[in-house]
């Protein structure tokens, strides 16, 4: 009976360890982060640049982290590069989908990987907008690209239908590109 009751002991706190090591996985996201150092983000800037056939480099730059629906508070290091199609676009980036692609190309080839918490972020619009994250070393980066009509364009009738705007109608020098990645550690 003793030892019966042992063996279930064990399973019951081997359970609860299990509950509680998945709930606290779930809100691991849910505390105060720290901006990547700047040595670290000089890296992910140097993959991105490396890796991404485009004309502005990335700016890094330190943030408080933006009000958001995951209740994440603290800092962050931002890359940001913003251009016009013109200078963004090329004979490799054509689309959403390019950038996207060589964005994370980019950073897996840095050793950053996609992992069940990297998915809360993950979101794509018919808008122009995209968003992905990836892990690595206890650190997380959001990537957001966003393409939008390039300030002052009045879009004509041949670009429109329905009230929307059709951004691959345009001609590359009517269209903006926003590239923010936001990095982060735990």
């Known amino acids: 009976m003793t030892r019966g009751f042992s063996i279930w002991a064990l399973c019951a706190l081997t359970a609860a360890a299990i509950v509680a090591g998945g709930s606290l996985r779930a809100n691991i996201l849910e505390k105060k982060v720290t901006a990547l150092p700047y040595s670290e983000c000089a890296d992910v800037r140097k993959a991105l640049e490396d890796g991404i056939p485009i004309e502005p480099a990335f700016r890094q730059m330190e943030y408080e982290f ?32 390019d950038m996207h692609a060589f964005i994370k190309a980019s950073m897996e080839h840095a050793g950053w990987r996609e992992t069940d918490e990297t998915k809360r972020f993950v979101d794509r619009s018919q808008s122009g907008k995209d968003v992905f994250a990836l892990f690595k ?9 966003l393409v939008s009509l390039a300030p002052g364009y009045v879009p ?15 001609f590359p020098y009517e269209r903006e590109w926003w ?8």
């Open 137 to 145: 070393n206890n650190a997380i980066c959001v990537a957001t690209t």
């Open 66 to 97: 933006p009000d958001n629906e995951h209740g994440i508070q603290g800092r962050l290091c931002r890359l940001h590069a913003v251009g016009s199609g013109a200078h963004i676009e090329g004979a490799q980036i054509r689309s959403l989908a």
């Open 156 to 170: 004509t009738t041949d670009v429109k239908s329905d009230g929307q705007i059709y951004l691959g109608s345009l």
């Open 179 to 186: 590239i923010a990645v936001d990095c982060f550690h735990l």
